[in-house]
């Protein structure tokens, strides 16, 4: 038996006479004085009197979890040192949905309403009821912006009637009649041919699709889906933003004539308890998810898509630390079939995958329907140095106007929230800093708090606060300085340029809800706006046939800082960003302002050559036998007492494992040396790529006996350094 415990790893019960049961079974059992839920993994280990034992006491009525699944579950565990029961609760994350649902009271709109007061959420409601299905509570306050309660009292009031619903399977069958067929280009067809005939052939294998943006990969990548649905599997579709890939659902549903389940931490509880059951009980045949979604209990999985396999989204950084690309690779292994790894940029790991024929590749390398891929140009901010206080130089600021004029749409494109990244005291040079992490406070200016707009952050562990009049330091007044550009003061100073200009700022604090993306891209696509302002969340997947300009407004962000794969991520950026423009019809431009225009990643940004960028990358790995060429394994000890952490960090460097191929670096204070008020220290462990590391660690880990208020959390091929 293997239970959903953080700590467990196998428990054993007894079987009562006159029961059968299978491995992969859902069964209730006593542990202490509770009854939990879990699954029969085989049989028990026997070491245990079989008189001590206690009795299973029943099933659930859900199908059993599937031989893939459940390999995959242990090999989850074993590969991130983490204990199976703490995998196996990610698979079970829902633990209602072992139950069949009760019925829920939803709402609808009233025949014949009126008597009550009406306020402005009640009349949000009743336009977002009007016409629409019966929805409950919780779902019609998130579409109409207001709380559960007003619902209610609405509908106690009379404006809306109630109905008994049994929460149905979100997603239904497929009619293969329903799936539209698109005519592929002579290129998509070769790749769409590859794909579909691994995915009916079944068995496993890697295909890379790897397509500049807008070369068509994601109808390529359709045609296996619909493949697979008609051989009636399941598919897992992983998307590095789901709550943000508004335009990719609406695809789906006009190629496949129904929506996808989705599964991403922005749904309801209603939903993700049917979104379960339907995934285990097979109904639901199209999964598009975040990387939990690699989790759910599939009961015929025979297709998975990692669409921006780059995509470090997918790295999932606590609690079991594990990346979802690279584990989808090893669902796939388990259970038989093909996955698909889709990118642009692909990651390096991926590339030398490829290269070394491991996995199989497949190129798009023309922009469909003949849209030229944009021109990049650089622009070297020593010479075109914008005026004092501003960020934007000449060359930028006369390419906005020209783009406006021509009445298209531009996009202003600066990775940092909020308006300026740092605040400092004018006269004693205090420095605004979060007191539970080692960060600075990000100003926010535009959002309106508790106490009226403008907020110091920690983008860090959320802390908040107004900024003062007073320096807390010198007590000068009025006497901060704003220092750096977030997208706010770039809005700002956008504004003052171009006046009449339509903008709007996408970062993640603005576009908080599936719902607010899907507005914001409508309005785009409407050309109800002119300027977008915005950080990472613009530069993915998005199709806008009228944008025509990107400003990279600091093309450096990302190349500071000792990050290993900083160059790597800075490049797929930067690429993923001057992708958005000249989709359409008319060609697109590219400044990208830099201090910098000699380095590699802006070179091969300008000059197109990904291949030589990547080639350059790959011999740098290899000389210093980084990943993927050598393994890494980071150790982050943390607590809240500085002192324990430091002792405890280095009781496991004196018995750091000692042979050949191996090397242990540090303790060494993380960069973020507090963080949420935990102090943090760091180990590195670098070996051969032969070395299995697992066998490492779990020795290793075991020699050193840790204080309760230190923890050890090991993150096996990391990709935060900090
Ligand atoms: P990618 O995923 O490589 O960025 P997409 O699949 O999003 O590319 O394709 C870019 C645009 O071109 C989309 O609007 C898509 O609908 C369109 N497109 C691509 N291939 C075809 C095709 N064969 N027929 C019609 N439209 C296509
Ligand atoms: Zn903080």
């Given at each position: 038996m293997l239970l959903p415990l953080p700590l467990g790893d196998g428990y054993d019960y007894r079987v009562p006479p006159n029961r059968v049961l299978r491995p992969g079974d859902f069964v209730r059992v006593p542990l202490g004085n509770r009854v939990v839920s879990g699954v029969v993994?085989?049989?028990?280990?026997?070491?245990?009197?079989p008189e001590k034992l206690k009795d299973i006491l029943d099933s659930h009525e859900t199908p059993p979890l599937a031989g893939g699944m459940r390999r995959f579950i242990d090999w989850v565990a074993a590969y991130t040192l983490q204990s199976r029961g703490a995998v196996l609760k990610m698979a079970m994350?829902?633990?209602?949905?072992?139950?069949p649902p009760p019925p829920v009271t939803a709402y609808a709109a009233s025949p014949e309403p009126g008597g009550f007061k009406m306020t402005a959420a009640r009349k949000r409601v009743l336009e977002v009821a009007a016409g629409g299905p019966p929805r409950t509570a919780a779902e019609l306050a998130r579409l109409a912006a207001c709380s559960p309660g007003v619902v209610r009292g609405l509908a106690d009031a009379g404006g809306l009637h109630s109905v008994s619903l049994t929460p149905t399977a979100p997603v239904s069958n497929y009619d293969p009649a329903l799936i539209n067929e698109v005519a592929l280009s002579p290129e998509q067809a070769v790749s769409a041919e590859d794909l579909v005939t691994k995915t009916a052939d079944g068995g496993f294998s890697v295909t890379l699709l790897d397509g500049v943006p807008g070369s068509g990969k994601t109808e390529v990548y359709f045609e296996a889906v619909a493949r697979a649905l008609r051989d009636g599997g399941q598919v897992l579709v992983l998307l590095p933003e789901i709550a943000l890939s508004a335009q990719w659902l609406a695809r789906f549903r006009d190629r496949f004539g129904v929506a996808p389940a989705e599964w991403h931490s922005d749904l309801g509880q209603s939903q993700r308890r049917a979104t379960w059951r339907a995934v285990a009980g097979g109904q639901a045949r199209v999964v598009v998810g975040a990387r939990s979604a690699l989790m759910l209990p599939y009961a015929d999985l025979r297709l998975i898509v990692v669409d921006e396999e780059h995509d470090t989204a997918f790295k999932q950084e606590d609690g079991v630390i594990y990346n979802a690309r690279d584990m989808a690779v090893v669902r796939a292994r388990l259970g038989q079939f093909p996955a698909v790894l889709v990118s642009a940029t692909p990651s390096l790991e991926t590339a030398v995958n490829a290269r070394d024929g491991r996995y199989g590749i497949s190129h798009l390398p023309a922009r469909h329907g003949g849209a030229q891929l944009p021109d990049v140009v650089l622009v070297d901010l020593k010479e075109q140095t914008p005026p004092r206080g501003t960020w934007l130089s000449p060359l930028l600021t006369a390419e906005l106007e020209k783009t406006f004029a021509a009445g298209e749409q531009a996009m202003l494109f600066l990775?940092?929230?909020?308006?300026?990244p740092l605040t400092l005291c004018r006269t004693c040079g205090y420095r605004f800093q979060c007191p539970r992490c080692t960060a600075w406070l990000v100003e926010h200016r535009f959002k309106t708090g508790p106490d009226g707009p403008g907020r110091l952050q920690c983008h860090h562990c959320g802390f908040s606060t107004r900024l003062p009049?007073?320096?807390?330091?010198?007590?000068?007044?009025?006497?901060f300085a704003a220092c750096g550009p977030g997208v706010e003061r770039l809005a700002e100073e956008a504004a003052l340029l171009f006046p009449d200009v339509r903008q709007v700022i996408a970062a993640s604090d603005t576009i908080e809800s599936p719902k607010a993306a899907a507005d914001l891209v409508r309005r785009i696509e409407d050309h109800d706006v002119d300027l977008i302002i915005g950080t990472q969340i613009v530069a993915k997947g998005y199709h806008f046939p009228l944008l025509t300009l990107v400003g990279i407004v600091d093309a450096d962000i990302g190349l500071t800082g000792g990050d290993l794969r900083a160059a790597e991520r800075s490049y797929q950026l930067l690429y993923q960003v001057a992708g958005r423009s000249g989709r359409g019809r008319h060609p697109g431009r590219v400044l990208v302002q830099t201090v910098?225009?000699?380095h590699p990643v802006m070179q091969a940004l300008q000059a197109e050559d990904r291949e030589a960028f990547v080639a350059a990358e790959i011999k740098a790995r290899q000389a210093a036998s980084m990943p993927p060429f050598g393994r890494l394994v980071a150790l982050i000890v943390s607590g809240r007492d500085e002192a324990a952490v430091d002792q405890a960090a280095r009781a496991l460097s004196r018995a750091a494992p000692q042979r050949d191929g191996v090397l242990v670096l540090g303790p060494a204070p993380a960069p973020f040396a507090l963080l949420r008020g935990r102090h943090r220290r760091r180990l590195l462990l670098k070996a051969d790529k032969g070395i299995t590391v697992q066998n490492i660690l779990h020795p290793w880990l075991q020699a050193v006996s840790l204080p309760r208020s230190v923890r050890v959390q090991v993150d096996v091929d990391p990709y935060s350094f900090l």
């Open positions: 993994w085989g049989k028990g280990v026997g070491d245990f009197a994350s829902v633990p209602d949905a072992l139950n990775n940092r929230r909020g308006y300026a009049e007073h320096c807390p330091s010198c007590e000068a007044q009025a006497s910098m225009p000699e």
